[in-house]
């Protein structure tokens, strides 16, 4: 399902002492297939905007007792909004929001934290019992959680009758996003999966990120806060700040934006990173973000110099680069 | 932190915030006092005065005031009926040759008049009410509840660990607001449904909130617990304080008022000729 949003704005308690705008006239379409990163600093807007696609925040227009307003005159006309997920418009009221929830997996910010049921297997089978039209039959239940359960790596017999809190804080993230992709959504959105994991296991939750996307949920919109992880893995970058999107971004383009970036108050891929300091310096590298893109891309850097400047003698030390 | 008007602080600057919370509370008893002291209409008019003063200096907007009255419009109009019908008053209304008198009801002159009385009383309490806790943080607000209860730390009662239990629970409440929404709308992309079906069915659907909701907050109070110890917090007599309530002109001028209002209904009370 292609992802389609223009000129969307959202404010938190509106006409009140507390009115925030989160979002300001946010344009971003994402193809169906992609990998999409969203990056931002902290209160950029990220979390409000990935929780409208598959509306948990409903645009005013799409409320129940929403009614339109008749505009003022002389008072310039905003462009229309769009929100469209597949053939879903978010704007509209009379939209199955249930229906759309079904094809839109979210997986929030610390996820186990909304682990409830007694065991690892009733928790699971949570999301696929709320959404079926019908009582589910108990097989069809029982192979769709081990499909799941054994997806995001973990040992369907020895944990399905387990409770969920007596399980170590990966699994417990692991179960509750098994709890997400049960129901095997079209498009998987996760709100920081990695935070709070130590550098393993947010190698191996990448990779699992990989493997759903391969052959579960087509498309896969994540947010981060490592410009690193965000570089390596996904086909697409969209830069948040403050509440708008400022650049989107292919992983080649973001390693060529360390200027931009770095005034946004956001961490440069560690590759470009040393592609900056070398730049200072004088020398020009272009490669994309990956540490063996960078690798390769220096090698081929060294290796062209040492063909322009054959067999010199060695005078002092040899610099290194 | 959606709809709860009620207890919730009304971030401005005015003389009704910048009062010490002590005064304020004084202020608040001492009104109620005059309130119920009033014996005739004119010592409601006067009350309400003051009421329109402390609304106005406070700068909160008169909405979001009133909206306090809303979760209780309900009682005021309950005690009112109740009044109407019930009140043993002599002269019964008569309108058009009837006697407003049926089985054991009874719509009489005082009845009616006490009814006025009581929605007046009720309406004064809760707005002056609001204003107190929309002008004034929880936090300074049990601040200014415990140096007032000093004197029972005489008989022994943990006065302190009773205010700080309170704003502590004060202080969590929006935390757990924000909590619960969190939880809800995990759930919900879960495909939970808190919003249809039977009684039954939705207390169910409860349960996947609650549980949550429950280990989330004992996770906090054991993180508070630690943080609190970790920085030597054990309540002692000898604590000092970081912010200290100090007594200023303003203070003076409202219980200046507050004299004034509790006077003037009392000598109106012995002076005034009564209405109706
Ligand atoms: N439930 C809420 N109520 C009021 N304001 C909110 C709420 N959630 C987020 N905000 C505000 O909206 C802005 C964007 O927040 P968010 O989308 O969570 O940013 P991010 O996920 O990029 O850190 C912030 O200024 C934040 O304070
Ligand atoms: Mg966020």
């Known amino acids: ?321 | 932190m959606k709809d709860v008007t009620f207890g919730q602080y009304y971030p401005v600057d005015s003389f009704v915030h910048k009062c010490d919370p002590r005064m304020k509370i004084l202020f608040l008893i001492g009104y109620l006092v005059a309130v119920f002291l009033s014996a005739d209409f004119y010592g409601l008019a006067a009350c309400a005065a003051v009421l329109v003063l402390c609304v106005a200096f406070s700068r909160v907007p008169v909405k979001s005031v009133l909206r306090s009255v809303k979760g209780v419009l309900f009682l005021i109009v309950f005690t009112a009926i109740l009044n109407l019908l019930f009140y043993r008053g002599e002269t019964t209304v008569v309108i058009a040759d009837v006697p407003l008198r049926w089985w054991i009801f009874n719509i009489t002159v005082e009845g009616i008049r006490f009814m006025i009385f009581v929605m007046c009383r009720i309406f004064m309490l809760v707005m002056i009410s609001a204003v107190l806790t929309l002008t004034t943080t929880p936090v300074s607000l049990t601040d200014g509840l415990e140096s007032l209860l000093t004197p029972l730390k005489w008989i022994r009662v943990p006065v302190h660990a009773l205010a700080l239990i309170m704003s502590i629970a004060l202080r969590m409440i929006p935390t757990l607001m924000d909590e619960i929404e969190r939880i809800m709308n995990a759930q919900r992309a879960r495909g939970a449904d808190f919003s249809h079906g039977g009684p039954v069915k939705r207390v169910k659907a409860i349960i996947p909130v609650l549980v949550p909701l429950l280990l989330s907050a004992l996770r906090r109070a054991e993180e508070l617990g630690d943080a609190m110890e970790a920085r030597c917090y054990t309540g002692s007599r000898t604590r000092t304080r970081y912010k200290k309530l100090t007594f200023t002109w303003r203070d003076l001028l409202l219980a200046l008022l507050l004299a004034a209002l509790i006077a003037g209904v009392v000598l109106m009370n012995v002076y005034l000729p009564p209405i109706l």
């Open chain 1, 1 to 321: 399902m292609r992802i389609r949003a223009e000129h969307l704005n959202y404010t938190y308690n509106p006409g009140t002492e507390f009115a925030v705008q989160a979002l300001k006239d946010v344009s971003l379409t994402i193809e169906e297939g992609e990998f999409f990163g969203v990056v931002g600093h902290t209160g950029s807007g990220k979390s409000t905007f990935i929780q409208h696609l598959n509306g948990l925040i409903l645009q005013p227009s799409a409320q129940k007792k929403y009614k339109p307003k008749k505009p003022k005159k002389g008072a310039p006309v905003p462009p229309p909004s769009l929100l469209h997920v597949g053939d879903f418009d978010l704007l509209d009221k009379k939209t199955d929001f249930r229906a759309l929830r079904a094809k839109v997996g979210m997986v929030f910010q610390y996820p186990e934290h909304q682990l409830f049921a007694e065991t690892v297997f009733d928790d699971v089978a949570f999301g696929l019992k709320n959404f079926a039209k019908e009582p589910l039959k108990g097989e069809t239940v029982e192979r769709a959680v081990k499909d799941a359960l054994e997806t995001v790596g973990l040992d369907y017999a020895a944990i399905k009758d387990r409770s969920p809190f007596d399980l170590s804080g990966g699994q417990k993230r692991r179960v509750a996003i098994a709890g997400v992709i049960v129901t095997r959504p079209e498009v998987l959105v996760l709100d920081e999966p990695a935070a709070g994991l130590d550098p393993l296991g947010k190698r191996e939750l990448m990779s699992l990120l990989h493997r759903l996307h391969a052959d579960w949920c087509k498309t896969v919109v994540f947010v981060s806060h490592d410009m690193d992880e965000v570089a390596q893995n996904c086909s697409r970058v969209a830069v948040f700040a403050d509440g708008g999107v400022k650049y989107t971004l292919t992983p080649r383009e973001l390693f060529s934006r360390f200027g931009d970036l770095e005034e946004l108050g956001l961490e440069l891929p560690a590759a470009a990173k040393v592609a900056r300091l070398l730049h200072e310096k004088g020398i020009d590298i272009e490669s994309d973000c990956t540490p063996d893109g960078f690798a390769d891309a220096a090698a081929a850097y060294l290796s062209s110099l040492r063909k322009e400047t054959p067999a010199q003698p060695r005078d002092g030390e040899g610099g290194q680069a």
